[in-house]
């Protein structure tokens, strides 16, 4: 789960996270008094959404200006003229896609005398099942171009959960940025502080882009990106309560409410399976004859008819979705209840588009034998092959 800046500075705030003043508004009309309280004489004017690269993103709209996402305001008519412009307008970015977002928020900030940007990052690494940092002295701009380029400015390591953050890594840290004395010592407090956070958060991700270090001699967290570890939500239902799901596809939003594992694509099939091995299996052999998937789901490995009728719904409420795939092994899953799932689903929102069914496993006579006495117009395939085979044909029939 992603939130907001906003909402991430106030979450690093409560650990003693050095960030800057800002007040968050949801209407243009409130801007004036956001400025007032922070009392200039630089206000910087941030679209929220959950996306990066909001600074160079352009707005859709002519009315909303040419400056970006990002905005520095000299003065309070820029601010107010600034919130104007922005909220409710499209903000596209390089992580939005060209349909972009609506911008409903705005977080108005203090303005800081930057000397020194730099990049810090902590996330999980599941590969030696520890949280790692990297940071950068190349702060400001895209990582992923640095790391490319020049992977030399990437510095890395993690932290063993027995110990916690140790004075080493505070000092790797400053080693990595070239701080010294009492910048040293600050990044050694922020690292623990920010690890302390993202520890008991139930963090999955947290970025700070940039780090800066002011001309006043402090380290300050300019800008905040974190994400959840979703599984773990059930413990924080604070951070929970902090989800814009105006930010969310509302197919996903569904999904989660049925513990399915689902994920909007670009494709025009539709896949319903169970295993994400399988299912990603099933979206390769898609491409492989020239069509692609509408969607990842995984409906697991013990899914009831209820659950199964609802991804089937979930699935037909993409209007981009040209044909479905259904493909089930049948373990602790039965091929009969799928089936059961599937006629049960067709009859309540119909059957606007080619299905295809392939069973396999516990119960697949079953499973075939209803789906044959539906009298639905559902295509049965043998194996993954012939399934996928007929369902692109399908779909390429109906064009």
């Known amino acids: 789960m992603n939130i907001h800046e906003y909402q991430a500075k106030a979450v690093l705030k409560e650990f003693g996270v050095p960030v800057s003043r800002g007040v968050a508004i949801l209407k243009a009309g409130d801007a004036e008094a956001a400025a007032k309280e922070l009392g200039g004489p630089l206000w910087v004017v941030k679209s929220q959404i ?25 003065s309070i008519d820029e601010v107010k003229a600034f919130a104007g412009q922005m909220l409710g307008s499209t903000l596209v970015t390089i992580q939005t896609g060209p349909a972009g977002k609506q911008v409903n928020r705005l977080y108005i900030e203090e303005g800081a005398d930057i000397r020194d940007e730099f990049y810090l990052s ?10 790692a940092f990297v940071v950068s002295t190349e702060g400001g701009v895209d990582i992923e171009n640095v790391a490319h380029a020049t992977p030399e400015k990437i510095h890395t390591f993690s932290v063993d959960p027995v110990t916690g953050v140790m004075p080493h890594h505070g000092r790797a840290v400053a080693k990595a940025l070239g701080l010294s004395g009492d910048l040293a010592k600050q990044a050694d407090k922020l690292l623990g502080q920010l690890y302390s956070a993202f520890v008991s958060k139930d963090m999955a991700m947290l970025e700070i882009n940039p ?14 990106k974190v994400s959840f570890d979703s599984n773990a939500l059930y413990r924080h239902p604070d951070m ?17 409410k049925h513990d399915l594992s689902y994920i909007t694509l670009d494709g025009t099939i539709g896949c319903m399976v169970n295993g994400a091995g399988l299912a990603m299996a099933t979206m390769d052999i898609i491409k492989l004859y020239g069509e692609a998937p ?5 409906v697991g ?15 037909t409420a ?17 091929c009969d209840i799928i089936a059961e799932g599937v006629i049960a689903a067709v009859k309540e929102v119909g059957l606007q588009v080619p299905l295809v069914v392939r069973l396999e496993g516990t119960n ?3 499973g075939k034998k209803i789906i044959a006495a539906s009298g639905l117009n559902v295509i049965s395939a043998n194996d993954l092959d012939d399934a996928a085979q007929k369902i692109v044909k399908a779909v390429k029939g109906t064009r």
């Open 50 to 74: 959950h996306a990066g690269g909001r600074g160079k993103g352009k707005f859709k709209e002519p009315g909303a200006g040419d400056k970006g996402g990002v905005r520095l305001a000299k």
């Open 122 to 131: 902590a996330l999980v690494d599941r590969e030696t099942a520890r949280i």
């Open 211 to 224: 780090l800066i270090v002011t001309k006043q001699g402090q380290l300050k967290c300019l800008d905040a």
């Open 240 to 256: 929970l309560a902090l989800r814009d799901e105006s930010e969310e596809d509302a197919k996903e939003i569904e999904a989660s």
């Open 294 to 298: 509408a969607n990842f789901l995984d």
């Open 301 to 315: 490995g013990s899914a009831s008819k209820e659950k199964v009728t609802a991804a089937f719904k979930i699935i």
């Open 318 to 334: 993409d209007p981009n979705v040209k044909g479905i795939l259904i493909n089930i092994f049948g373990g602790i899953m039965k």
């Open 364 to 366: 697949v006579e079953q």
